[in-house]
């Protein structure tokens, strides 16, 4: 048995899909499910589904009866109940099939079929060297990309709040035995962060930090409250691990999603990067996340110290199978005073066929052109939106903060006129809801081009 089998990553065998009309509608939907213990997960929903509530309700056959009984006499809105067979297929036909090899001219043909790829189909993709073929499964991921996310850009901002953490990962530059500056931003400054990133028009802000026990539930709980009350935005956590019964306090309290990513799925590399970590665990806190009906943040490093093409290969497989929203794949880095200092990065190239295989494989979801892989090479955030990705992430931590979180040394402090600059080599749209006249006022230029 594979060990992801074990968490029942897939076991809905004859999926059908609920969709609501809202989020609201599809997390009372949940709730009436798990109360009748009919099976389900929340999935990103799936191209061809409807577009309005990003998230759909994946449960076995056997239950649509009972399914549809219960949306009708709570009066749930619904767009519809359908059997989970792809609908959507891709049209692929601009890719220059000249120079390419039989058996990926046959996997290109089954991406557009939009076929469910198996591990050998999503191997020989990783494993692409020729230039031809790497160029082919690039344009692949980007028609993908552009007909599932458009050609506007996601824009969110991290706040790092506080660089404590009791873990000691093997790769992490702030791992708990590292002398350096401590720091904690008080309730007050993090609110001011997210006032500024307000005004420039940002919807999605991240608190990000080590896993710092200082920041109780309550204490978090009451930021986020004065966040939504004041700015209603949409609120990512990224704070580690924590007890689970904290989950459902944190989606009441309005957070809408949580990145804790596997790193890798692979649970031996798994133990081996994390000396306080149980694999289980991880996986499990995914699932009570989710299961919270908080949108799930996942993905990990390419590159790390004793990970193979394999490896990759289950990371791809997880992330679908989990029904992950938001997969963040980016190179390992090496950060200085850590077991791993010495170890070399993660390959640029490997790390584009990462996000243009997860566009393809995982179609609906927000893919970040990461701060990491931008660190890496500073032409590569626009060249990792130009394989699939569609999200940018502003570093937004406090100047005299942001070199006491380096996570990785040489970190590439992602502002907005280095975004708008990846932005634009891509050829793609800022999103519509900046605040671009402001953002003039602060003196940045925004060629006409990218707004619309
Ligand atoms: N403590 C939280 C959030 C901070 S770490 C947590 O661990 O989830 C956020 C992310 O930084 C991690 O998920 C990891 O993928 C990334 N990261 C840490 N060290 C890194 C390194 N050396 N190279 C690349 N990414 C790294
Ligand atoms: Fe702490 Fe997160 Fe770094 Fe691990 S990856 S040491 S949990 S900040």
Redesign the pocket.
């Known amino acids: 048995m594979r060990i992801l089998d074990k968490f029942n990553l897939n076991t809905i065998d004859r999926p059908y899909i609920l969709v609501c009309s809202s989020n609201s509608q599809m997390l009372f939907a949940k709730e009436l499910m798990d109360k009748a213990k009919i099976e389900n997960q929340l999935i990103p929903t799936p191209k061809g589904f409807g577009g309005v509530c990003t998230t759909a309700i994946k449960f076995p056959e056997d239950h649509t009866q009972e399914v549809a009984g219960l949306t009708a006499t709570y009066g749930l809105e619904i767009e519809g109940i359908y059997p989970m067979t792809s609908r959507y297929k891709y049209d692929l036909s601009t890719i220059e099939a000249k120079g390419l090899s039989d058996r990926l001219m046959e996997i290109l043909s089954r991406i557009s079929e939009n076929a469910e790829l198996d591990r050998d189909e999503i191997k020989y993709l990783l494993e692409i060297e020729d230039e031809t073929e790497y160029k082919a499964l690039l344009q692949a991921a980007d028609i993908i990309r552009r007909e599932c996310v458009g050609q506007h850009i996601e824009l969110r901002a991290a706040i790092e709040f506080s660089n404590y ?1 009791s ?1 000691n ?1 093997n ?3 702030v791992r708990r035995d590292k002398k350096m500056t401590r720091y904690r931003m008080s309730e007050e400054d993090i609110l001011g962060e997210v006032d500024l990133l307000n005004r420039i028009g940002i919807k999605t802000v991240i608190l ?4 710092d026990s200082y920041y109780t539930a309550e204490k978090i709980i009451k930021i986020i409250k004065k966040i939504k009350g004041k700015y209603g935005m949409q609120i990512t956590l ?3 691990e924590r007890n689970n019964n904290e989950f459902a306090l944190f989606r009441e309290a309005g957070v809408n999603n949580y ?3 596997i ?1 890798t799925a692979n649970r031996e590399l798994f133990q081996q990067l994390h000396p306080d970590d149980d694999f289980e665990l991880r996986v499990a806190q995914s699932r009570q996340i989710k299961d919270a009906g908080i949108r799930l943040g996942s ?3 390419v590159g790390l110290p004793g990970q193979t093409i394999d490896h990759l290969v289950e990371d791809i497989i997880f992330q679908r199978d989990f029904g992950v929203h938001m997969i ?1 794949f ?6 200085k005073g ?1 077991p ?1 200092e010495a170890m070399p990065p993660g390959d640029l190239r490997l790390s584009l066929k990462m996000i243009a295989v997860a566009r393809i494989v995982c179609q609906h979801v927000f893919l970040p052109a990461t701060t ?1 892989i931008a660190s890496l090479n500073p032409e590569a955030q626009a060249l990792a939106l130009m394989a699939g990705a569609n999200t940018i992430m502003l570093v937004s931590t406090p100047k005299e903060l942001r070199n006491n979180y380096q ?2 040394s040489n970190k590439n402090m992602v502002d907005l006129s280095f975004a708008i600059k990846s932005v634009q080599e891509a050829g793609r749209k800022l999103p519509k809801y900046l605040n671009f006249k402001y953002i003039e006022e602060l003196g940045y230029k925004i060629p006409k081009e990218l707004i619309e």
Do not use: H, V
């Open positions: 953490c873990k990962c790769y992490c530059g990000q930090s080590g896993e990224s704070i580690g990145l804790l990513k790193e993905g990990g490093m963040g980016g190179p390992f880095l090496p950060a850590t791993y990491a996570i990785y």
